[in-house]
């Protein structure tokens, strides 16, 4: 796994991505212990960040100073990119600087249009021979799908055959698609029976709900869209109540469809909030999930969020267990052409 780029899970084998989440698990246990592997010992790690970050930045950081290596921080506004430098450049000097670029683009840096950022990160991935890593884009974000996963693991056990529901959830703002595709893709892929509940306008990319029944298929599950949230919601086994803008919107971009128009249709679905009363539908045993930021009163309820179903913070700490272990398992040595 040396070398590799990781843009999203689906281009790594089941295996590749078993063995991921065993690093992420031994690494865990080390930090625990206060004892971790410099892995990464004197390896530098460029951090290009064209949107705004909480966790991925802090993860990452940390995650390369316990391995022995330096997480670089960059934000791209204090670059000459936006400046008309080319990314082939930028990523070609990278390469010679260090040992791994990971990008973040999406939202606003792009106007939310589809597809601008995910092509983005692959063109830097064409021209770095070093290990290009998807720090969230508008179509993936890997390292927080795998921590995702991680998390449902440790709290359900076996996932083959629960039941994992991604639901929209009412908000008085807007984001896009890349955590909703990226749970599609990897619980699906992992048999997870997957229900994306959303409102009608709400639609993901029809790509990314191919791809996810076919994993479901082929891991003997089940991938379901529908409309109607307290049917989604019966008997699952965990939740994951996120916001995200419609799919014209996402088309077309923010600035063209509009804020003000976009949020008017989200105020028709206030009832998309998860409630206690929602949350009593599902088993007994369920979690909730999220990747934060978590909208509070909107997405789902304070009851919901700090009850004892809520696994959001051990989620959020697994993030940095997960990217830990995609940057030991890829920068062990320069990529190759």
């Known amino acids: 796994m040396a070398g590799r780029d ?43 960040f064209y949107a705004p970050s909480t966790r991925t930045r802090a993860a990452f950081e940390a995650g390369m100073t316990y391995l022995g290596g330096h997480g670089q921080y960059i934000d791209v506004s204090t670059t000459r990119l936006g400046s008309g430098e080319a990314v082939r450049d930028v990523a070609k000097m990278y390469e010679k600087y260090g040992h791994g670029l990971g990008v973040r683009i999406l939202d606003s840096a792009i106007d939310y249009v589809s597809g601008v950022g ?71 892929r992992f048999g997870m029976d997957v229900v994306l509940a959303h409102p ?14 076919s994993n479901a298929i082929a891991q003997g599950g089940e991938f379901e869209v529908t409309n109607d949230l307290g049917s989604a919601l019966e008997g699952a086994n965990a939740v994951f109540p996120r916001n995200w803008a419609t799919n014209e919107l996402l088309s077309i971009g923010a600035s063209r469809f509009g804020k003000e128009r976009e949020l008017e249709i989200h105020e028709k679905y206030r009832n998309w909030t998860l409630t206690q009363d929602l949350l009593d539908k599902m088993d007994r045993r369920a979690i909730v999930t999220h990747v934060l930021p ?14 004892p179903h809520s696994v959001i913070y ?5 993030g940095m267990y997960t990217k830990m272990a995609v940057l030991s398992l890829t920068m062990g040595r320069k990529k190759h052409s």
């Open 6 to 48: 990781l843009i999203t899970t689906q281009d790594w084998s089941i295996d590749e991505l078993v063995r991921t989440l065993k690093t992420a698990r031994e690494l865990k246990k080390e930090y625990q212990r206060g004892k971790i592997q410099r892995l990464l010992n004197d390896k530098t790690f460029f951090m290009l």
């Open 118 to 188: 995910v092509s983005t990160i692959r063109e830097y991935a064409k021209h770095a021979q070093i290990p290009v890593i998807n720090m969230a884009c508008c179509t993936y974000h890997p390292t927080q799908g795998l921590a995702d996963l991680m998390t449902t693991e440790e709290s359900l056990g076996r996932v083959k055959g629960k039941k994992y529901v991604i639901m929209w959830g009412y908000a008085k703002s807007f984001r896009g698609r890349c955590s909703i595709h990226e749970e599609a893709l990897i619980m699906s």
């Open 200 to 213: 009608p306008g709400f639609e993901i990319d029809p790509k990314i709900i191919e791809t996810s029944r």
């Open 294 to 307: 978590v909208l509070r009163g909107e997405e789902a309820t304070d009851e919901v969020l700090d009850g």
């Open 314 to 318: 051990p989620q959020a700490e697994n």
